[in-house]
């Protein structure tokens, strides 16, 4: 974020909230298909929670890095596609994204880096995510 500040680059942050959540919290995972007015209302709820959520977090992280006005957005989506149409729409030079690459060597990035780097038509650079603590001890 300050290289892109020194540089004189609008920088903004994005967070995607993945639609599938909305269906496997509602259904369990792989169920979609229910429907209906319920649904639909217990849909809208769990996004409006998600969103708050994203919201409270985006906030956090802009309070850490000292920067309150710092643009970002949420959006609804499948994380790459959602990620690769922002880039686009905003016209980015170049878009920071974290990876876990977990998955081995055949699979160093994680799946949305790996699409994100291979559609998106700006410059990507990933950048390791720290390594989740597991609770086991050594």
Do not use: F
């Amino acid at each position: 974020i300050s290289i892109g500040q020194q540089m004189g680059a609008n920088v903004s942050l994005l967070n995607v909230i993945n639609e599938e959540l909305l269906y496997d919290i509602l259904y369990g995972p792989g169920d979609i298909g229910m429907t209906g007015y319920e649904s639909a209302e217990s849909i809208r709820s769990r996004e409006d929670a998600l969103r708050a959520n994203a919201t409270e977090q985006m906030n956090s992280l802009k309070q850490t890095l000292k920067l309150p006005n710092l643009p970002h957005d949420i959006i609804v989506g499948t994380p790459a596609h959602a990620i690769v149409s922002a880039a686009e729409s905003k016209n980015a030079d170049l878009l920071v994204i974290g990876t876990h690459g977990r998955r081995g060597l055949a699979r160093l990035l994680g799946s949305t880096a790996r699409t994100v780097v291979s559609r998106c038509r700006c410059e990507v650079l990933t950048v390791p995510l720290p390594k989740e603590p597991t609770g086991e001890s050594a």
